[in-house]
């Protein structure tokens, strides 16, 4: 049972980084100035990462649940047996899984206290030095 929840983790986590492959090189925009191929540069990785946020909320619920529900097991292990296997691992199971259900709620909070980074700075409007 184990090998194949490992497996199955491995090509659900194949499968979420092959969803967020964007564009992953710049191709010069053709014109003369010098500064074409960093503003494409630029805007390729604002646009490959612009979906980050939501694989690592959709990663840290997937966990969370998974640890929370292997710290129940751990738990019902412990009542059958205290003996053999200690409560602390459960509860080291539930802690972490807890962390992970709140992660997408403390990284909107920061966002909303940061303020969205890309909205303020213009990509086009900054100085190209040529020589």
Not at 33 to 61: C, H, M, Q, W
Not at 74 to 99: C, E, F, I, W, Y
């Amino acid at each position: 049972m184990s090998k194949i929840l490992h497996k199955l983790a491995a090509v659900m986590t194949v499968g979420a980084l092959m969803t967020e492959v964007g564009q992953a090189f710049a191709q010069s925009g053709g014109g003369t100035r010098g500064g074409d191929g960093f503003v494409e540069v630029t805007k390729n990785i604002t646009t490959s990462t612009s979906t980050l946020p939501n694989l690592i909320t959709t990663v840290a619920y997937i966990g969370g649940a998974g640890l929370g529900v292997a710290g129940i097991f751990k738990m019902k292990q412990h009542v059958d047996n205290p003996g053999q296997t200690p409560m602390k691992d459960s509860l080291v199971r539930l802690g972490g899984g807890g962390a992970l259900l709140a992660l997408p709620a403390v990284m909107n909070a920061m966002q909303q206290t940061v303020g969205d980074s890309t909205k303020n700075v213009g990509v086009t409007k900054l100085p190209v030095i040529t020589y």
